[in-house]
T-cell receptor, first 115, second 112 residues
Framework: NAGVTQTPKFQVLKTGQSMTLQCAQDMNHNSMYWYRQDPGMGLRLIYYSASEGTTDKGEVPNGYNVSRLNKREFSLRLESAAPSQTSVYFC??????????????FGPGTRLTVL | SQQGEEDPQALSIQEGENATMNCSYKTSINNLQWYRQNSGRGLVHLILIRSNEREKHSGRLRVTLDTSKKSSSLLITASRAADTASYFCATGDNNAGNMLTFGGGTRLMVKP
């Protein structure tokens, strides 16, 4: 099992460019999440998908859109990148949403720089 | 806004010593989790403690939770160089499904 995979690992964009970060999990999990981590800080939730077919905003959704393509895949799109979106992006998944106590499994991250 | 705040922000110890990290949070929770992040990698779940538990052990890890003080501590005993990483607490709220709110982390360095 690969767990949670993310592509690409690194990306450099110019201001105003768009891109999509891909995430896939092979653990048959129902819930998936996108976080960003800025230097010296913890993770902040951008969007989440409690189950296939649903998506909701987290703490910092502005400037992002998501798609839960199927149960395995959850993508994050930056429509018009800004320097403030320079960060490391992590995708995570968990078995359920309703339990409130499920472990989240994280991907290796995508390091994004916006010039 | 961050729910959990870790203390200290950075900790440097010698191999074999114990490392203690603290986490304080602001609102009521139904569970608190600790995660480890090695440099340049994703987070790995270490341990979960529910709001009705006071202490939990897992190998060399000991976690305590004091809901009256809204605080938790993570103790790593007999530390090893491989324990060098950042450690994050994350809180879960019964009213927010499985959403976690992460603190800023403690950077632990264990010198051989």
């Amino acid at each position: 099992n690969a767990g949670v995979t993310q592509t690409p690992k690194f990306q450099v964009l110019k201001t105003g460019q768009s891109m999509t970060l891909q995430c896939a999990q092979d653990m048959n999990h129902n819930s998936m999440y996108w976080y960003r981590q800025d230097p010296g800080m913890g993770l902040r939730l951008i969007y989440y998908s409690a189950s296939e077919g649903t998506t909701d905003k987290g703490e910092v959704p502005n400037g992002y859109n998501v798609s839960r393509l199927n149960k395995r895949e959850f993508s994050l799109r930056l429509e018009s990148a800004a320097p403030s979106q320079t960060s490391v992006y992590f995708c995570a998944s968990s078995e359920r949403w309703t339990s409130g106590t499920d472990t989240q499994y994280f991907g290796p991250g995508t390091r994004l720089t916006v010039l | 806004s961050q729910q959990g705040e870790e203390d200290p922000q950075a900790l440097s110890i010698q191999e074999g010593e114990n490392a203690t990290m603290n986490c304080s949070y602001k609102t009521s929770i139904n569970n608190l989790q600790w995660y480890r992040q090695n440099s340049g990698r994703g987070l790995v779940h270490l341990i979960l403690i529910r709001s009705n538990e006071r202490e939990k052990h897992s190998g060399r890890l000991r976690v305590t939770l004091d809901t009256s003080k809204k605080s938790s501590s993570l103790l790593i005993t007999a530390s090893r160089a491989a324990d060098t990483a950042s450690y994050f607490c994350a809180t879960g709220d019964n009213n927010a499904g499985n959403m976690l709110t992460f603190g800023g982390g403690t950077r632990l360095m264990v010198k051989p």
